[in-house]
């Protein structure tokens, strides 16, 4: 048998088990399926073709800032391109643009598309929410010691309005759905978290933590943004009542988007 035609046999009957790293409370894998040869050289091509990236650098800073890949960068050019020789001329295409945008949007947190509104980024997110909320003297909120700034400075900035911002200490860089409950009251309106931190990579028991506020009459606000294209959430599940995150780490899209 040629050389060509071992490795085509190899490639087609080879399979390879892995893991698709998925993370638990505990920080854990999951074993989640298998794959042949063919398909991980496939998953190769197509990260090579899609991510000019990948010839100059190994990349591992997803976290912080994802690199674009070719469609996304197609498509802002596309839309430069139009308001350069355009205008506004075609401002109905873009306003079709941003409901095939909430729809799917909609699809991958599990809501309705009305549901989705479009903002500048997860910062501004939060803070809508935090200074929108109707509040009333003596009400507090939860959050966590783990939090990045965003998830953090707007809920504490509601103590001048009376609202008390109650914090959540970690142990070992990980909280639990009972360390939340010890902090909530009959005053607690809100409980806001992130799916997984910035500087670690815990990720929260959103189901759980959803379940509490769901029993107790309380809103559940996560910050999505650590984990949103990478790790699948449904925000019906989880009962999360506000969530926020942009495009630029795992969703592959450019800063404030």
């Known amino acids: 048998m040629p050389a060509s035609a071992r490795l085509a046999h190899v490639a087609d009957s080879c399979v390879i088990w892995y893991q698709f790293i ?52 197609a498509a802002i050019r596309s839309h430069a391109s139009d308001q350069m020789y355009w205008g506004a001329l075609h401002w109905r295409e873009w306003t079709d643009e941003y409901a095939r945008f909430r729809a799917a949007a909609a699809r991958l947190i599990g809501s309705a598309a009305d549901e989705i509104s479009i903002l500048k980024n997860t910062s501004e997110g939060i803070s809508f929410v935090a200074e929108g909320f109707r509040w009333n ?28 911002c109650r914090v959540v200490p970690s142990t070992d860089g990980a909280f639990t759905v009972d360390d939340v409950e010890s902090l909530v009251d009959d005053r607690t309106r809100i409980v ?66």
């Open 137 to 164: 003297a003596g009400d507090n909120v939860v959050t966590t010691d783990l939090e990045f700034p965003s998830n953090f400075v707007p809920w504490k900035r509601l103590e001048r309005r009376g609202v008390q």
């Open 22 to 73: 998925q993370y638990t409370p505990l920080g854990r894998a999951r074993p989640r399926g298998r794959c042949t040869l063919s398909d991980v050289l496939d998953k190769i091509r197509i990260r090579n073709d899609e991510f000019p990236i990948t010839a100059n650098v190994i990349y591992f800073n997803h976290a912080a800032v994802g690199p674009l890949p070719r469609r996304s960068v």
């Open 192 to 257: 806001t978290v992130s799916s997984v931190q910035f500087h670690n990579g815990f990720a929260a028991d959103l189901v759980a933590i959803g379940a509490l506020c769901a029993e107790r009459g309380i809103s559940f606000c996560v910050d999505a943004i650590q984990g949103l294209g990478q790790i699948p959430l449904d925000v019906r599940k989880a009962n999360i009542s506000f969530l926020a995150a942009d495009a630029h780490k795992w969703m592959l899209g450019p800063e404030g988007a």
